[in-house]
């Protein structure tokens, strides 16, 4: 069984960086796409980011231009990479695997498979 663990979150000031990291317990391209989403209170859930085995990434809207998903697949660890943070993106940051299909899916999260815990960021001054 796949595990994965979050970690990177905090709180940052509005304009300010942080870098999100999930570590797989086994081999990431072993998954068909990584994917971030996120989780504010009295929300849904909602899809951040993806990247795929082959390498394709997409982004929400809301985040274009600010985050970067990459990996390192040698070291089975996936990243989320977060610029110009704004109170909005204030959320718990969840990453997911997905085992079937191909690419990155629909950013909804019954189309992943495993899910870590989860980490708070919060974005505030």
């Known amino acids: 069984q796949l595990q994965l663990v979050e970690s990177g979150g905090g709180l940052v000031q509005p304009g300010g960086s942080l870098r999100l990291s999930c570590a797989a317990s086994k081999y990431i391209l072993n998954y068909r796409a990584i994917g971030w989403f996120r989780q504010a209170p009295g929300k849904e859930r909602e899809g951040v980011s993806c990247?795929?085995?082959?390498?394709?990434?997409n982004y929400a809207d809301s985040v274009k231009g600010r985050f970067t998903i990459s990996r390192v697949n040698a070291e089975n660890m996936v990243y989320l990479q977060m610029n110009s943070l704004k109170p909005e993106d204030t959320a718990a940051y969840y990453c997911?695997?997905?085992?079937?299909?191909?690419?990155?899916?629909?950013?909804?999260?019954?189309?992943?498979?495993?899910w870590g815990q989860g980490t708070q960021v919060t974005v505030s001054s």
């Open positions: 990247i795929s085995s082959g390498g394709s990434t």
């Open positions: 997911a695997a997905r085992t079937r299909g191909s690419g990155c899916p629909p950013p909804q999260p019954y189309e992943y498979d495993y």
